[in-house]
């Protein structure tokens, strides 16, 4: 907020002091607008009340300042005006109250509470639709790295446009889970999402099956049939694989995103389509334009927008958090109640490589639930290659002659390792409260094991 005095007079003789003041950008006609919306008195009552008891303390005598104009009632800026009490005369009757020394303080103590109550409800009003928002694809369910909030923040700030996006990354990352946040953030997410794994089919089919066929076109075309583009309409369409598809198949999807139309198979009517497109590959598409398999015009138009999700073995921090979730949808899936990961199997998920991504660690939590017992995940029960791959914690010396508080320390400081040192993140990690840990956590920061932070 910027104060710009307008006018003032003072006459220290007689005691008049009349002064003129403009708040520019006033909090707390902000905060109230936000709240309530435009009203038809001012409302920035911490304003005056600070201003009249300052100047009051300042000049050893009662000043009261009323604002003239306000914010929310319309007005361009706040404006107030101050005067000494005989200066008012009758005008400053009926606003005494308000300035009465105890009564001031209350209200300026009621109107700061309300304020930051407000303020964090609305703080966590936000949160939850977000995470709400989230939640609903559950590959962005507690999103810990960085490298994958940068992919989130950037899927946020080019949904809102019908621009072409390539989604590239190794096979099981996500990509088709991420099309599908685009497109519910999108202008277009009260309308169909319709995806095609182009790789999966043999380019006649494939032709059908996007562009739609006239009845008699071919064997077994026994009547007139909507393609996948028209089917779409209004919503997103996801060419998954699109590193895949022939010559043939790149110049009919170059006309679409140029004209915004196709031609069914048997067909020479052209029908115009409505649809936003999304493609998704795990292959080096620039590679294949420099091989000349890709064309290179057909490569540009559908990047316009490039995003890049990056494997799980690089997101270390978001293993867990998946693993938990997976856990909980497991447990719905499979009807096994109170189903949980058990401390012991933390480890082994963390060390994994996951050559699979987010997939095969969907895969490796359903095959331990399906086997557990008593709905608690042991070690035993996720596959053999992440258990058996896993390097030997004991190597450097005999697990006979090592303690089990020796074990739980060299555990307690190599996940805080991973996690730089954080204390609260770490005991989620271990799924304990940071209370359980503190003592230890105490002790190993006092003999400089590692920079704990908190």
């Known amino acids: 907020m910027r104060s710009v005095i307008h006018k ?11 002064m003129e003041l403009f708040w520019h950008d006033s909090g707390e006609a902000e905060e109230h607008l936000i709240e309530f919306g435009r009203t038809g008195h001012p409302a920035c009552w911490m304003l005056v009340g600070y201003a009249s008891g300052y100047c009051s303390f300042c000049l050893k005598t009662d000043i009261y300042f009323i604002e003239r104009k306000c914010r929310v009632t319309g007005d361009r800026t706040c404006f107030a005006e101050g005067r000494d009490r005989a200066s008012w005369g009758a005008e400053i009757e009926p606003f005494l109250t308000w300035f009465e020394a105890e009564d001031v303080k209350g209200k300026v103590e009621r109107l700061t509470e309300e304020l930051k109550r407000k303020s964090r409800e609305i703080a966590s009003q936000r949160k939850k639709i977000s995470l709400l928002e989230r939640s609903l694809h559950p590959f962005f369910v507690e999103v810990r790295s960085r490298s994958f909030e940068r992919v989130v923040e950037l899927a946020d700030r080019i949904a809102p446009y019908d621009t072409a996006v390539l989604i590239t990354g190794k096979t099981g990352t996500g990509k088709e889970v991420l099309a599908r946040y685009i497109h519910h953030r999108s202008s277009r997410s009260s309308g169909p999402f319709l995806g095609v794994n182009c790789g999966a089919l043999p380019e006649t089919l494939l032709e059908s099956e996007l562009f739609g066929h006239k009845a008699g076109s071919f064997t077994g075309a026994v009547s007139d049939r909507a393609g996948l583009f028209e089917e779409a309409g209004g919503g997103t369409i996801l060419l998954d694989e699109i590193g895949d598809i022939t010559p043939a198949m790149q110049l009919k999807i170059l006309r679409v995103l140029q004209e915004k139309e196709i031609k069914r198979v048997g067909e020479s009517k052209s029908r115009k389509v409505d649809i936003r497109i999304i493609s998704a590959t795990n292959r080096d598409l620039e590679k294949a334009v420099r091989e000349g398999s890709f064309r290179e015009d057909l490569f540009y138009r559908l990047r316009v927008i490039e995003i890049e999700v990056p494997p799980l073995a690089e997101r270390q921090e978001d293993i867990l958090p998946l693993a938990r979730h997976f856990v909980e949808r497991m447990s719905e899936k499979l009807k096994i109640k109170n189903l949980r990961l058990d401390a012991t199997c933390l480890d082994y998920l963390q060390e994994h490589s996951w050559p699979g991504n987010v997939r095969e660690l969907e895969n490796a939590v359903e095959r331990a639930a399906v086997l557990s017992k008593d709905g608690l995940i042991l070690p035993e029960y996720l596959p053999p290659g992440i258990v058996h791959a896993r ?64």
Request: proline share 5%; glycine share 8%; hydrophobic share 35%.
């Open 8 to 18: 003032l007079e003072l006459d220290q003789k007689s005691g008049r002091f009349v």
């Open 391 to 454: 390097p030997d914690r004991a190597a450097g010396g005999d697990p006979l002659k090592r303690t089990l508080a020796e074990i739980e320390e060299e555990h307690i400081l190599e996940v805080l390792k991973k996690l730089e040192g954080n204390r609260s993140r770490a005991a989620q990690a271990l799924g304990i409260s940071p209370a359980n840990p503190w003592r230890k956590l105490k002790r190993m920061d006092s003999e400089g094991s590692i920079e704990i932070l908190v």
